[in-house]
C-alpha cells in the first residue's frame, strides 16, 4: 500500500495533538550561511567594499549603531533566533567567537556572494559560499577543543541551519549587466529547468535517512570552476560537515526592489522579465520538491513561497502598516533605488512604514513580517506546513 505524503503530514499532525511537546528550543545551535540578506558583520572584517558599517545603518538596531547588518535594525536570522529561544549568533570573523560563544552557532554569510562563482565579481574580498563551508568546518573543530568531540557533534547535530542565497546570482548576474554572459547562454525558461534538472539529480542520490530540509525558494546554475554543482550539492555538503535542519532562503519577487523599479521600470510597475524568471524558477521548485517528497517517508523538504510572501505586502502595503512598497526608506533618485544607503542618502523618518530599507533590502518591519510567516504561515505560503509545526515534530520524533 503506497501511503502519501499527505496522508503522513496528517498522521503526524494527530500525534503532536495528543502528545504534549516537553522542553523547547531553548540552546539550539543556529547557522547562517549566505549573502547580504543575513550577514551580520562578516564583511565588516574584510578588505571589501560590500559593508554596512556606517550610519544610517543600524539606526534603529538596539545599541543605535552600525554592526554590519544590510537593514536599519535586526535581520532575518535575529529575529529566527528570537523566536527559537536562542542567542544570535556572532559573525563568525568577530574576534568575540570564543568560548561559549561558540555554542550559540556562528554566522558566516558574506555581503555581495552567490551560487555562481561569477557573481559578485566586481566585490573583493568577500566569502564565497565554499569559504564558508570551510569556515564551518573550522569552526567545529575549535568547537571540539572547546566542549569535546562528543558534545560539538551534539551540538551541530541538533541545530538549525539558515542558508540565504540566489538573489545576487539575478540582480547582479544574469540580468546585469544587460546581455549578459548567462542571459547569452541561456533563456529564462532554459536556465530554470536546467537547475531543477540539476537540483533532482543530487537529490536522488541522497540515500541514507535525512532530517528535515527547509527549501526558501532559491535560484542556481553552477557553484564553481569546471564541474557543475546544483544548489542542493551545498545543502548536501552540509549534511558532510555535519548540518542539520537547513532553511535554504533565496529570491523573492526581485523585480519589484527599488533598485530594479529605479533602472528598468517606467510607471513604477514591476520589471515583467525578472518576475517571470522568479515565478518559472519557484514553481519548477515546488513541484519538484513535491515529487521527491512523496518519494520518502518522510515531509523532508519543506517550500517556503518566498515570492508568495512578499508580494502580499508588496500588492497590498497597507495591510501591513506599510506606506510604501515601492520606494526605499533609505537612498536617493527615482524611487531611493539609485546607489547606497549613506550619511547623504535621504532617509525617511520612520522605517516601520516601507517594505524596503534600501535599494536591495528589506526593512527591519518587512523581516518581521516575513518570519512570522515561516513560523506561523499557512499551506499557501509553506508547504507541506510552517516552521513552528516542523520543529514541534523535531521535538517530539527525534529527542
Given at each position: 500500500?503506497?501511503?502519501?505524503?499527505?496522508?503522513?503530514?496528517?498522521?503526524?499532525?494527530?500525534?503532536?495533538?495528543?502528545?504534549?511537546?516537553?522542553?523547547?528550543?531553548?540552546?539550539?545551535?543556529?547557522?547562517?550561511?549566505?549573502?547580504?540578506?543575513?550577514?551580520?558583520?562578516?564583511?565588516?572584517?574584510?578588505?571589501?567594499?560590500a559593508?554596512?558599517?556606517?550610519?544610517p545603518?543600524?539606526?534603529?538596531?538596539?545599541?543605535?549603531?552600525?554592526?554590519?547588518?544590510?537593514?536599519?535594525?535586526?535581520?532575518?536570522?535575529?529575529?529566527?533566533?528570537?523566536?527559537?529561544?536562542?542567542?544570535?549568533?556572532?559573525?563568525?570573523l568577530?574576534?568575540?567567537?570564543?568560548?561559549?560563544?561558540?555554542?550559540?552557532g556562528?554566522?558566516?554569510?558574506?555581503?555581495?556572494?552567490g551560487?555562481?562563482?561569477?557573481?559578485?565579481?566586481?566585490?573583493?574580498?568577500?566569502?564565497?559560499?565554499?569559504?564558508?563551508?570551510?569556515?564551518?568546518?573550522?569552526?567545529q573543530?575549535?568547537?571540539?577543543?572547546?566542549?569535546?568531540?562528543?558534545?560539538?557533534?551534539?551540538?551541530?547535530?541538533?541545530?538549525l541551519?539558515?542558508?540565504?542565497?540566489?538573489?545576487?546570482d539575478?540582480v547582479?548576474?544574469?540580468?546585469?549587466?544587460?546581455?549578459?554572459?548567462?542571459s547569452?547562454?541561456?533563456?529564462?525558461?532554459?536556465?530554470?529547468?536546467?537547475?531543477?534538472?540539476?537540483?533532482?539529480?543530487?537529490?536522488?542520490?541522497?540515500?541514507?535517512?535525512?532530517?528535515?530540509?527547509?527549501?526558501?525558494?532559491?535560484?542556481?546554475?553552477?557553484?564553481?570552476?569546471?564541474?557543475?554543482?546544483?544548489?542542493?550539492?551545498?545543502?548536501?555538503?552540509?549534511?558532510?560537515?555535519?548540518?542539520?535542519?537547513?532553511?535554504?532562503?533565496?529570491?523573492?519577487?526581485?523585480?519589484?526592489?527599488?533598485?530594479?523599479?529605479?533602472?528598468?521600470?517606467?510607471?513604477?510597475?514591476?520589471?515583467?522579465?525578472?518576475?517571470?524568471?522568479?515565478?518559472?524558477?519557484?514553481?519548477?521548485?515546488?513541484?519538484?520538491?513535491?515529487?521527491?517528497?512523496?518519494?520518502?517517508?518522510?515531509?523532508?523538504?519543506?517550500?517556503?513561497?518566498?515570492?508568495?510572501?512578499?508580494?502580499?505586502?508588496?500588492?497590498?502595503p497597507?495591510?501591513?502598516?506599510?506606506?510604501?512598497?515601492?520606494?526605499?526608506?533609505?537612498?536617493?533618485?527615482?524611487?531611493?533605488?539609485?546607489?547606497?544607503?549613506t550619511?547623504?542618502?535621504?532617509?525617511?523618518?520612520?522605517?516601520?512604514?516601507?517594505?524596503?530599507?534600501?535599494?536591495?533590502?528589506?526593512?527591519?518591519?518587512?523581516?518581521?513580517i516575513?518570519?512570522?510567516?515561516?513560523?506561523?504561515?499557512?499551506?499557501?505560503?509553506?508547504?507541506?506546513?510552517?516552521?513552528?509545526?516542523?520543529?514541534?515534530?523535531?521535538?517530539?520524533?527525534?529527542?
Open positions: 500500500m503506497i501511503i502519501t505524503m499527505h496522508v503522513i503530514i496528517i498522521i503526524m499532525r494527530m500525534v503532536m495533538m495528543a502528545v504534549p511537546i516537553e522542553g523547547g528550543e531553548t540552546g539550539r545551535a543556529f547557522f547562517v550561511f549566505g549573502d547580504s540578506l543575513v550577514d551580520s558583520g562578516n564583511n565588516n572584517y574584510l578588505p571589501t567594499t559593508r554596512a558599517d556606517t550610519l545603518y543600524g539606526v534603529d538596531y538596539p545599541t543605535h549603531h552600525p554592526t554590519g547588518r544590510f537593514s536599519n535594525g535586526f535581520n532575518l536570522p535575529d529575529l529566527i533566533s528570537q523566536r527559537i529561544g536562542s542567542e544570535a549568533a556572532l559573525p563568525y568577530s574576534p568575540e567567537m570564543r568560548g561559549q560563544n561558540l555554542l550559540l556562528a554566522n558566516f554569510a558574506s555581503a555581495g556572494v551560487i555562481l562563482k561569477d557573481t559578485g565579481i566586481q566585490f573583493e574580498g568577500i566569502l564565497r559560499i565554499y569559504q564558508q563551508f570551510a569556515l564551518f568546518q573550522q569552526y573543530e575549535r568547537l571540539g577543543f572547546e566542549v569535546g568531540a562528543a558534545e560539538a557533534e551534539r551540538i551541530v547535530n541538533g541545530s541551519v539558515l542558508i540565504t542565497l540566489g538573489s545576487n539575478f547582479n548576474n544574469y540580468f546585469y549587466p544587460p546581455n549578459s554572459a548567462r547569452l547562454q541561456f533563456t529564462i525558461p532554459k536556465f530554470c529547468s536546467y537547475v531543477i534538472s540539476e537540483y533532482r539529480k543530487i537529490l536522488m542520490v541522497i540515500l541514507r535517512p535525512l532530517p528535515f530540509i527547509f527549501v526558501f525558494l532559491a535560484s542556481c546554475y553552477s557553484l564553481s570552476g569546471e564541474k557543475k554543482f546544483g544548489f542542493f550539492v551545498i545543502v548536501q555538503r552540509l549534511y558532510e560537515l555535519g548540518g542539520r535542519k537547513v532553511l535554504v532562503t533565496g529570491t523573492g519577487p526581485l523585480g519589484c526592489i527599488p533598485s530594479q523599479l529605479a533602472e528598468r521600470s517606467i510607471n513604477g510597475e514591476c520589471v515583467a522579465q525578472i518576475q517571470e524568471a522568479s515565478q518559472i524558477f519557484n514553481q519548477l521548485l515546488i513541484k519538484m520538491t513535491t515529487e521527491l517528497n512523496n518519494q520518502l517517508t518522510s515531509p523532508v523538504f519543506i517550500v517556503v513561497n518566498a515570492f508568495r510572501i512578499n508580494m502580499e505586502f508588496i500588492n497590498h497597507q495591510r501591513f502598516g506599510f506606506v510604501s512598497s515601492k520606494i526605499a526608506c533609505c537612498g536617493q533618485g527615482r524611487f531611493n533605488g539609485i546607489g547606497g544607503c550619511s547623504f542618502s535621504s532617509l525617511c523618518s520612520n522605517r516601520d512604514l516601507y517594505v524596503f530599507w534600501d535599494s536591495f533590502h528589506p526593512s527591519q518591519h518587512a523581516w518581521e516575513l518570519a512570522n510567516y515561516i513560523f506561523n504561515g499557512t499551506t499557501n505560503y509553506m508547504s507541506p506546513m510552517n516552521l513552528t509545526t516542523i520543529l514541534a515534530m523535531d521535538s517530539n520524533f527525534y529527542k
